[in-house]
Nanobody, 120 residues
Framework: VQLVESGGGSVQVGGSLRLSCKLS????????IGWFHEAPGAEREGVAS????????YYKGSVKGRFTISQDNTKTITFLQMNSLRPEDSGMYYC???????????????WGQGTQVTVS
């Protein structure tokens, strides 16, 4: 399984971006796709995850109502729609896969290379 993120960029405060995570390969044990944020000098934190079997979603508190995780019909692309962006949302965004529910990065594998988001 390989993941490739795209869609990052620079945006003004209050603006929007949509990140994409393209999955290639297959692993029947993968159940969740998660998005993670790593601010400069900070630890990587989970922001959203989606259960690829039933579409259930879960969000970190600070992004609820602003970010939406979703998948395309083929379930090979996982999106993170980010609205009302704030300067503290700046950093690298990564996607990864997991077998178990949660947003703790230690649950996840198959990390992509990340995509940079800058909000100013």
């Amino acid at each position: 399984v390989q993941l490739v993120e795209s869609g990052g960029g620079s945006v003004q405060v209050g603006g929007s971006l949509r990140l994409s995570c393209k999955l290639s390969g297959s692993d029947d044990s993968v159940r969740f796709i998660g998005w993670f944020h790593e601010a400069p000098g900070a630890e990587r934190e989970g922001v959203a995850s989606i259960d690829i079997r039933n579409g259930d979603t879960y969000y970190k508190g600070s992004v609820k109502g602003r970010f939406t995780i979703s998948q395309d019909n083929t379930k090979t692309i996982t999106f993170l729609q980010m609205n009302s962006l704030r300067p503290e949302d700046s950093g690298m965004y990564y996607c990864a896969t997991a077998r178990l529910f949660g947003l703790n990065p230690i649950l996840y594998a198959n990390w992509g290379q990340g995509t940079q988001v800058t909000v100013s």
